[in-house]
């Protein structure tokens, strides 16, 4: 289908461009959200007479989305979540989860429709996620999920937490080992055999 947008689409153009979409794009999502008009000749005629008053609105959202945009970006959230000792989450950390990060933290001018995450969330660690206040407009913030308050403050400061876990003997436990001892041979009995025979 032959659409006009009225707004930048990403990967699409920009204003007044005329692309040709999937039917089911431009039916359920650019139509809808009046993100397009459909190109005939009724609605170029119409969006040729619009185009000034378009772009002037166009350019007062662009302009506040750069003030908001001052705010947001480089903005760290921490998210608390239970993990195995591997550090993959019980669960994924989705959009929801950081939209309610950031407005506890006071940064309401965001909306779910703007958190772009390409992927769900599902280990612990630092992950930057990009925010699109407006078409033109992408800021980042940084997520940082952590399984306490403690961990995110070392994972803040650039500590790779799963890797210290793993380095760290947390066992308590060393077994008695045989260098000279045969495959699957217990090493207590080796060295009674070795005792025997001085």
Do not use: C, W
């Amino acid at each position: 289908m032959e659409i006009i947008l009225l707004e930048r689409i990403e990967k699409l153009g920009a204003i007044g461009d005329i692309v040709t979409v999937k039917d089911g794009y431009a039916r359920n999502f650019l139509l809808p959200n009046r993100k397009a008009l459909r190109s005939n000749n009724a609605n170029k005629k119409v969006f040729e007479a619009n185009r000034a008053k378009i772009e002037s609105d166009n350019a007062a959202r662009r302009s506040d989305a750069q003030k908001a945009a001052d705010g947001v970006n480089g903005t760290q959230v921490v998210l608390i979540r239970q993990s195995s000792n591997a550090g993959a989450l019980y669960g994924s950390v989705a959009v929801r989860d950081i939209i309610e990060a950031l407005h506890a933290d006071g940064k309401t001018n965001v909306n779910k429709a703007m958190v772009v995450l390409e992927r769900p969330i599902k280990t612990l660690g630092l992950f930057d996620v990009k925010v699109a206040l407006h078409p033109e407009v992408t800021v980042t913030i940084q997520v940082n999920v952590a399984r306490s308050p403690e961990e995110a403050d070392l994972q803040a400061q650039g500590v790779d937490v799963m890797a210290d876990l793993f380095e760290k003997d947390e066992s308590g436990f060393t077994e008695d080992y045989d260098p000279n001892a045969e495959p699957g041979e217990i090493a207590t009995d080796a060295q009674e055999e070795s005792t025997e025979e001085a």
